[in-house]
């Protein structure tokens, strides 16, 4: 018990040293590591949709919430390299931030296509086997 | 830093309606609601674009996703409907669904351990200005207002990236011809073949 609230002393002992050095409306100023756990957490609960539902197509929804939250992630990351850049290029680095829209824009065409061949699949599998749940589309399983 | 004020109450609006709307996708019965919800997600991802400055990939984001890929989202659910769902006593989660919620949350704890030390180690440099010409200044937005993002992203685009946006093409007729081919009817394979 002891043991758990030291744990969770040490987990938020850096938040709370944070907090008293600065003011109240400049802490909860969303920075990117504030982006990143909302893209992290648009993925987690992707991947628990793709690991857990039976309907085929809800699955692909999930899929697209993974791209989305990937989308999320590189749109914020270009933004606050764009930000930092004179650090950054003093440093001796290249910034290139506009590299992040352009994947992101990538990656939305791959997703358009798979979205559309993969919707293709599904309606051929309801044709055949008349069914959208993957737990009976087991023709691979033995 | 970057979000001040109403923009980054806005933020924290817009993070948590995001993050609802998904569990709604993941959790909804009916398939055709998962969708609604879903477009209800990407519009607040494309309303982030636009609080991140990325007007262009918001517009796409809007114009391919929520007017391309859920309009056939959701004509497929049209197709596919066995409104079986419905009825309470469906099943709607698989038998991995316990693993699928350990997985998913041994990968939360991972992450959250990727970013603690970021978010310790992370200091914005003091009076960091932006170098694009339209953050940070919100009196100009008025009509009339275009940011270069839309200009520079595109330069990119064509310079850049020039040989993969070709390729991107060419796999968008590529799955065009596949999804057309995949999803005619036995009656059409039998005429053609």
């Known amino acids: 018990m002891s043991g758990a609230i030291t744990g969770a002393l040490a987990l938020l002992g850096p938040v709370l040293l944070q907090a008293q050095q600065t003011p109240l409306a400049k802490r909860f100023e969303p920075t990117l590591i504030n982006f990143m756990m909302l893209s992290f957490l648009l993925f987690v609960v992707g991947v628990a949709g793709v690991l857990s539902r039976r309907n085929i197509i809800i699955i692909f929804m999930s899929i697209e919430l993974i791209l989305n939250a990937v989308n999320l992630n590189l749109i914020a990351f270009s933004r606050y390299l764009e930000l930092n850049r004179d650090l950054l290029t003093s440093k001796g680095l290249i910034v290139s931030p506009l590299s992040g829209p352009v994947f992101t824009i990538f990656i939305i065409v791959v997703a358009a296509a798979e979205a559309a061949v993969g919707l293709g699949i599904v309606i051929a599998m309801f044709r055949n086997r008349e069914t959208v749940s993957i737990d009976e589309i087991d023709l691979l399983k033995w | ?193």
């Open chain 2, 1 to 193: 830093m970057q979000l001040h004020g109403w923009e980054a109450a806005l933020f924290y609006v817009l993070a948590i309606l995001t993050l609802f709307m998904a569990v709604f996708v993941v959790t909804a019965r009916v398939a055709v609601h998962s969708a609604l919800f879903l477009i209800s997600t990407l519009v607040n991802i494309a309303l982030m674009f636009i609080l991140l400055r990325a007007e262009f990939v918001a517009g796409v984001q809007i114009l391919v996703y929520v007017g391309g890929v859920m309009v056939l989202f959701l004509f497929v659910i049209m197709l596919v409907q066995t409104r079986a769902e419905e009825e309470a006593k469906v099943k709607l989660y698989t038998r991995q669904s316990t693993p699928a919620v350990i997985i998913a949350l041994l990968l939360a704890l991972s992450f959250y351990f990727a970013l603690n030390p970021a978010q310790t180690a992370y200091r914005p440099p003091e009076g960091a200005q932006p170098q694009v010409a339209d953050a940070g200044d919100m009196s100009r937005a008025g009509a009339g207002y275009i940011s270069r993002d839309t200009q520079e992203v595109g330069e990119q685009l064509y310079r850049q990236a020039a040989l993969p946006f070709e390729i991107a093409s060419l796999l968008l007729l590529v799955a065009m011809v596949g999804a057309v081919l995949l999803a005619r009817g036995t009656k059409q394979e039998q005429y053609y073949d």
